[in-house]
């Protein structure tokens, strides 16, 4: 009779566990909605969380991480879902990890994930991502190869931000190409500084407030003016 009592109150203890966990799931994923509605970043954070706790979830582990990069807390996107390079990785995962990475100044390592977005749907803002990495990380050939496709590949409605400026502001594509262009070509031969201020040139016609190219032209103007050694 005792089993038997026991064996009741387990059975019970386990129902009402079951029912408890789903009445939390219910709960947080009900608040999930409404914090999205609301656009209260840290609600959704803190929905997500429970949700992943109490239903773990690859879907829900990708998209915190992504909720987590879109605010700007890069290292808690990467704690989120690692850095490693991993090729059941979704499309948003692998650009939360390129992006984070970048954010936190470790192009190398950006730099693979960025690859493998461009891999699976190239793109003219991928290239130039690949590009800008490449020219840091000192791979001037491979930032010429992916400069050469977005100049051909960028359309005119296409953008992009800058914000070495108080105030961000946006230029064409293509131009922001250009520019990369100039870097790469000086960077390969200090002494082709006319063609480097030359394919600068090109992204000031596209866009005359261009303020970083403005910028690396004058900085190449000024050591066209006083070369290396001299100064």
């Known amino acids: 009779m005792k089993k038997i009592v026991v064996l009741l109150l387990l059975v019970t203890g386990i129902n009402g566990i079951s029912q408890n966990q789903s009445e939390l799931l219910k709960h947080y994923q009900d608040y999930y909605q409404e914090m999205r509605l609301q656009g209260d970043i840290n609600g959704v954070i803190g929905a997500l969380t429970h949700l992943n706790v109490l239903s773990p979830s690859k879907q829900r582990k990708d998209t915190l991480a992504f909720v987590y990069m879109n605010n700007g807390q890069h290292m808690q996107a990467l704690n989120t879902i690692g850095i490693e390079k991993n090729a059941d990785d979704s499309d948003l995962a692998v650009q939360v990890k390129a992006v984070s990475l970048k954010s936190l100044n470790q ?125």
């Open 107 to 231: 192009p190398k390592r950006a730099l693979e994930h960025f690859e493998v977005l461009f891999t699976r749907n190239p793109s003219a803002y991928l290239a130039y991502e690949l590009a800008d990495l490449k020219i840091q990380t000192g791979n001037t050939d491979g930032a010429t190869t992916n400069i050469e496709y977005g100049i051909a590949n960028a359309q005119d409605d296409m953008k992009y931000a800058f914000y070495e400026r108080q105030q961000p502001y946006e230029v064409p594509l293509k131009a922001a190409f250009y520019h990369l262009q100039g870097l790469v070509i000086f960077n390969k031969d200090k002494t082709k500084i006319d063609d480097a201020i030359a394919s600068i040139d090109e992204a000031l016609k596209i866009d005359p407030n261009f303020n970083l190219a403005s910028l690396s032209k004058q900085a190449l103007e000024a050591r066209k003016e006083t070369p290396e050694g001299e100064e």
